[in-house]
């Protein structure tokens, strides 16, 4: 089965870094865009950052960007998201999610914990 395990969370003050990681497993990993999304308290889940299946070419959400930059290594079948600048806005749950479109089904992670506070 589709699962994906996300880790590196944690507090962290504003202006600092953090670095996400997002392991999946149960699908043809290559072969498959993946994103970030986050949802902090009261909000609805958000987009964060995409990557294609091959890792040339991303997207990022306009609050994100320039800060933010996600990659990914299949050999690893793993995602990252590098996240510097860290502002408190930027707390919230992140998680890793793919589509898998014969299934018609988007797969989420349990997600990793961000607080930026001082």
């Known amino acids: 089965q589709v699962q994906f395990v996300e880790s590196g969370g944690g507090l962290v003050q504003p202006g600092g870094s953090l670095r996400l990681s997002c392991a999946a497993s149960?699908?043809?990993?290559?072969?498959?865009?993946i994103s970030w999304y986050r949802q902090a308290p009261g909000k609805e889940r958000e987009f964060v950052a995409t990557i294609t299946s091959t890792g040339d070419r991303t997207i990022y959400a306009d609050s994100v960007k320039g800060r933010f930059t996600i990659s990914r290594d299949n050999a690893k079948n793993s995602v990252y998201l590098q996240m510097n600048s860290l502002k408190p806005e930027d707390k919230g749950v992140y998680y890793c999610?793919?589509?898998?479109?014969?299934?018609?089904?988007?797969?989420w992670g349990q997600g990793t914990q961000v607080t930026v506070s001082s």
């Open positions: 149960g699908f043809t990993f290559d072969t498959y865009g």
């Open positions: 999610s793919t589509y898998i479109l014969s299934r018609k089904v988007r797969y």
